[in-house]
């Protein structure tokens, strides 16, 4: 089974800090995302990459990066963190833009 | 981007079968019908998708109208461990093969 494993369960961080969320794919994916998760709100996407440096804009980038060095690995950045990017961040790959994607567990971040 | 409505809730009677409804009136031609289910505190996990044809895997069935307006998902036979949301969403051309979550289908099953 494809494993998608996502660096951390639980995260606090600082209000001004530097955050880094990690994602690791062992199945030779093409493409991964990252998605945020809050109630009420849902899932919303913030980044995809569907290749390796490469990187589009989801629906919510705005004080959020990415990184895509090598293809297993995307990460998410937050520059300045800030309080209202307290929230569940979910990680996910796929083969191919037509196929299933495979989840992480997700890292509940806080920032305080 | 095409939309998709589902129930708010469902509920199930364990060991009975689940038949999940999606609308999806303005599809196009290169949307894929995805499901996907979310227990509580884990990520989404995939159940099934499909294009045009009915499908079948270990955990549900996905049977698409002729007219590709609606599905349904079918759970042959309900678990406690099947009580989660479901979503049902498009993924095609229109919106770079991109999978956008709405609000899904909150299954309950009664033991």
């Known amino acids: 089974d494809v494993k998608v494993t996502q660096s951390s369960r639980y995260l606090v961080k600082r209000t001004g800090e530097k955050v880094f969320l990690e994602c690791v794919q062992d199945?030779?994916?093409?493409?991964m995302f990252w998605y945020r998760q809050d109630p009420g709100l849902g899932l919303r996407l913030i980044y995809f990459s569907y290749d390796v440096k490469m990187k589009e804009k989801g629906d919510i980038p705005e004080g959020y990066s990415v990184s895509r060095e090598k293809k297993e690995r995307f990460s998410l950045i937050l520059e300045s963190a800030s309080t209202n990017q307290t929230s569940m961040y979910l990680c996910?790959?796929?083969?191919?833009?037509?196929?299933?994607?495979?989840f992480g567990s997700g890292t509940r971040l806080t920032v305080v | 981007d095409a939309k998709t409505t589902q129930p708010n809730s469902m509920e199930s009677n364990e060991e009975e079968p689940v038949h999940l409804p999606c609308n999806h009136s303005t599809i196009s031609g290169t949307d894929y019908i995805h499901w996907y289910r979310q227990l509580p505190s884990q990520g989404p996990e995939y159940v099934i998708h499909g294009l045009t044809s009915n499908v079948n895997n270990r955990m549900a069935s996905l049977a698409i109208a002729e007219d590709r307006k609606s599905s349904t998902l079918i759970l042959h036979r309900a678990t406690l461990r099947d009580a989660a949301v479901y979503y049902c969403?498009?993924?095609?051309?229109?919106?770079?093969?991109?999978?956008?979550f709405g609000a899904g289908t909150t299954v309950t099953v009664r033991a």
């Open positions: 969403i498009l993924s095609g051309m229109s919106n770079d093969y991109k999978l956008s």
């Open positions: 996910a790959s796929s083969p191919g833009q037509t196929y299933g994607y495979t």
């Open positions: 199945m030779d994916h093409e493409n």
